[in-house]
């Protein structure tokens, strides 16, 4: 399979966000507080740095939207990154983070590249050349009944103080397991058919861009909560291998 340039650069700077990650990973680190109260590590800042440095060598032209150093540059070939998602396990030492590294290019998410260099996976796809998870190609699960379905939650603050939390009570006592791998892990999964379905209520973008890609390119599908199309302002997720995602979405919104 022919990489294009863009996936090409992107899995280079995944690279370079790896070896710096590794270098400082189980170091005492200072830890700060971002203005939403997030934590922030002179490893995140180091590894937006390295992946946003190969990037600007390779598509000089494109903007950048960084976790740490924010938004710059053209809006319409825009690259999402957030260098360590998952900061919280990474400042606690077990390795539930990853690097994410998406492409917005004419009003879409054209690649994505999310790489957990600790736990080991790395994933990646872009538009019309399928998914690839650790040099496979993997495909979401034929799963089609609820009764027989595996779940993944993460973020889910939001919809627990909401009205719809009675309806993702009556999903879980539905389906047939209900787990939390979170951040990028259950995405990996729902796209290699581990899983059939990940909810999430509480995002960002940068969290989120990269696996957009890699899931629909899976053969899954991959919303907000409400079904909506993922736009740079989302900020919930359905993610399902698109057989259950009609069905899934029904019942939180009824």
């Not at 740095?49 to 000089?60: G, T, Y």
Request: charged share 20%; net charge negative.
């Amino acid at each position: 399979m022919g990489h294009s340039k863009e996936l090409q650069a992107a899995l280079a700077a995944a690279d370079a966000a790896a070896a710096v990650i590794r270098a400082f990973y189980g170091r005492a680190l200072s830890v700060q507080r971002k203005a939403d109260q997030s934590p922030v590590t002179e490893a995140d800042v180091a590894a937006e740095k390295a992946i946003r440095a190969v990037l600007a060598e390779h598509f000089p032209q494109y903007g950048f939207y960084g976790e740490e150093t924010g938004q710059y540059g053209s809006k319409d070939c825009l690259w999402l990154v957030d260098p360590i998602d998952g900061t919280k396990a990474f400042v606690r030492g077990y390795p539930f983070f990853s690097t994410q590294i998406a492409l917005w290019r004419d009003g879409r998410l054209q690649l994505g590249v999310s790489s957990a260099p600790l736990y080991g996976d790395l994933a990646f796809a872009e538009r019309g050349q399928g998914a690839w998870l650790n040099g496979q190609r993997v495909t979401v699960s034929a799963v089609a009944e609820i009764e027989s379905a595996a779940l993944s939650a993460g973020n889910l603050k939001s919809l627990a103080s909401g009205a719809g939390w009675l309806n993702y009570g009556s999903l879980v006592a539905r389906v047939n397991r209900i787990r939390g791998y979170g951040d990028f892990l259950h995405y990996h999964l729902l796209a290699a058919g581990k899983i059939d379905a990940v909810i999430e209520s509480d995002v960002n973008i940068l969290d989120i861009a990269a696996l957009v890609t890699i899931v629909e390119e899976a053969g899954g599908q991959f919303t907000s909560l409400t079904g909506a199309p993922i736009d740079l302002t989302s900020t919930s997720v359905l993610a399902t291998n698109a057989i259950l995602h009609a069905t899934i979405q029904n019942t939180l919104t009824d």
